[in-house]
């Protein structure tokens, strides 16, 4: 499949940001403004932190790459800006962008369509009371899991494996978004596995199974340290990766998702039974990152996954090219 690369235009790749993940943004955002420009697109770097988006059609640019992660870059935010702006832009529109960014919404999509993911209580913001903080590991049980409802790379999370710890855990996740989403903990088998394409055309790619020391993936197991192991192939028997395949497909069209995206997912120990975590829309793109590391396993390279990730630039019903034509 090749690209003209001339016919992308003027190419923005948005990186940095507001959000507590700009430090992954511009390590994403300079690996893929690098792979682009070695394929002869004409790319620069844009911080929306520093410019206003206004100046994108100001400096007649035709697309955009969304490098950005968390909020005001992954949560439907941006994507409607760009919307306005009549600048085609990678991965998902609005609404699936903003529903995938809230975790508790995600679970209630997914639940409505009778797909497995953990057991789940929130804490609004009115609801951070010892009383109420008590009653969640009653209902969910320990080990559990505090995090922010909207907010990613693992920032505010806890692993909360005794009463006493739970105040503390609520008030770190609450730091990072008013409601807090407290997840019964899955004991198995961390996976993920990207998903490119739209609607009936989207397909998901090879699984990658996550070893990380004592089991925490945390921010510095994921960007920092090298002691976290990707096992690609996975290792998991050959339907049991076809079946997370096949979930992971079915949650990504179900949330509207478009372009790329990468669901995480545990299994559990006890029965093998998969379940969905949380859906990424602007998966990173780092050297440590899983999306380029699944896309090398299925025979894509890392330049050739970002130039197709531009190619496939729309906005919400509209493709690039049928944009360019109004």
């Not at 039974?273 to 896309?295: C, D, I, Q, W, Y």
């Amino acid at each position: 499949m090749s690209t003209d690369v001339k016919a992308l235009g003027k190419v923005a790749v948005l990186m940095g940001g507001t959000s507590a993940e700009r430090p992954v943004s511009l390590m994403s955002g300079q690996g893929v403004l690098e792979a682009l420009r070695s394929q002869g697109v004409d790319a620069h770097p844009f911080d929306p932190a520093e410019r206003d988006l206004g100046d994108l059609k100001r400096e007649g640019f035709a697309r955009c790459f969304i490098a950005l992660h968390g909020r005001g870059g992954e949560d439907g935010t941006v994507q409607g800006a760009l919307e306005l702006l009549g600048i085609p832009y990678t991965g998902s529109g609005v609404m699936a962008s903003a529903v995938a960014m809230d975790k508790v919404m995600t679970k209630r999509v997914w639940l409505a369509e009778g797909l497995p993911t953990p057991q789940w209580r929130r804490l609004g913001a009115g609801q951070h009371s010892l009383e109420a903080i008590r009653t969640v590991p009653d209902a969910l049980g320990l080990p559990v899991i505090v995090k922010p409802a909207r907010e990613g790379s693992s920032f505010g999370v806890t692993r909360v494996n005794g009463y006493s710890d739970m105040k503390e855990a609520v008030s770190l996740a609450a730091q990072y978004d008013p409601d807090v989403l407290c997840e019964e903990f899955i004991i198995g088998d961390e996976v993920t596995c990207p998903v490119l394409g739209e609607g009936d055309a989207a397909v998901a790619l090879p699984v990658v199974r996550i070893q990380a020391p004592d089991g925490n993936y945390d921010f510095e197991h994921k960007y920092v340290s090298n002691d976290t192991r990707y096992l690609l192939p996975s290792g998991l028997p050959e339907a049991e990766e076809r079946e997370i395949q096949r979930i992971v497909v079915q949650a990504y069209r179900l949330l509207g998702c478009r372009g790329w995206g990468r669901a995480d997912l545990m299994i559990r120990a006890s029965d093998r039974k998969p379940f969905l975590l949380e859906m990424n829309t602007s998966p990173g793109m780092t050297s440590h990152s899983l999306v380029p590391k699944s896309a090398a396993h299925a025979g894509m390279s890392y330049e050739a996954l970002c130039l197709h990730l531009l190619a496939q630039a729309s906005l919400d019903g509209r493709s690039a090219a049928e944009a360019a034509g109004h």
